[in-house]
T-cell receptor, first 113, second 116 residues
Framework: GEDVEQSLFLSVREGDSSVINCTYTDSSSTYLYWYKQEPGAGLQLLTYIFSNMDMKQDQRLTVLLNKKDKHLSLRIADTQTGDSAIYFCAESFNAGNNRKLIWGLGTSLAVNP | KAGVTQTPRYLIKTRGQQVTLSCSPISGHRSVSWYQQTPGQGLQFLFEYFSETQRNKGNFPGRFSGRQFSNSRSEMNVSTLELGDSALYLC???????????????FGSGTRLTVV
């Protein structure tokens, strides 16, 4: 069945770059998303990429998509302590007349001063 | 504009009781999805409503139900609560469920349900 996998933890030093990786199984995905969840809060959409794109850049965020390997990554440049959160990868694909989202378990990013 | 509003924020119930959670989407959003979030299982999709109709349903027992009103507000109900139902319940709104859409979801802060 459909599945999205992420590593559970990542620890970086403030000012370094963070790279969060995600793999997915469904080759018919249309969009792939990155969401951020801070403690006690809901999920916040960070960015998304259409499946026919290889890369998308948005300020400190860079998304890379390798469709052949079904691998998605989120790079955060100049990571700050405020970036400490759980990051979720999700893939969207068409299921009949509906859109279906499959979520990873989330990567907990710890930024050390 | 106001975000997605979920009420209540926290809830404590005993086993066997039932509970109703509420979600008001962003103005203009007509699709509402519900998720259960637990540390071990991550985000599990419950159901999605659009124009008062259930469009998608996850793999949860019939004790979990929902509905959507004409103003797009949605409620979910859990009957005969079990200890395992303790979780953060998140609601997300979107413009629509549209096939192939890039409509992102905007999440509420969730309702933390504890069953004792």
């Amino acid at each position: 069945g459909e599945d999205v996998e992420q590593s559970l933890f990542l620890s970086v030093r403030e000012g370094d770059s963070s790279v969060i990786n995600c793999t997915y199984t469904d080759s018919s995905s249309t969009y792939l998303y990155w969401y951020k969840q801070e403690p006690g809060a809901g999920l916040q959409l960070l960015t998304y990429i259409f499946s026919n794109m290889d890369m998308k850049q948005d300020q400190r965020l860079t998304v890379l998509l390798n469709k052949k390997d079904k691998h998605l990554s989120l790079r955060i440049a100049d990571t700050q302590t405020g970036d400490s959160a759980i990051y979720f990868c999700a893939e969207s694909f068409n299921a009949g007349n509906n859109r279906k989202l499959i979520w990873g378990l989330g990567t907990s990013l710890a930024v050390n001063p | 504009k106001a975000g997605v509003t979920q009420t209540p924020r926290y809830l404590i119930k005993t086993r066997g009781q039932q509970v109703t959670l509420s979600c008001s989407p962003i103005s203009g959003h007509r699709s509402v999805s519900w998720y259960q979030q637990t540390p071990g299982q991550g985000l599990q999709f419950l159901f999605e409503y659009f124009s008062e109709t259930q469009r998608n349903k996850g793999n949860f027992p019939g004790r979990f139900s929902g509905r959507q009103f004409s103003n797009s507000r949605s409620e979910m109900n859990v009957s005969t609560l079990e200890l395992g139902d303790s979780a953060l319940y998140l609601c997300a709104s979107s413009l629509g469920p549209g096939q192939g859409s890039n409509y992102g979801y905007t999440f509420g802060s969730g309702t933390r349900l504890t069953v004792v």
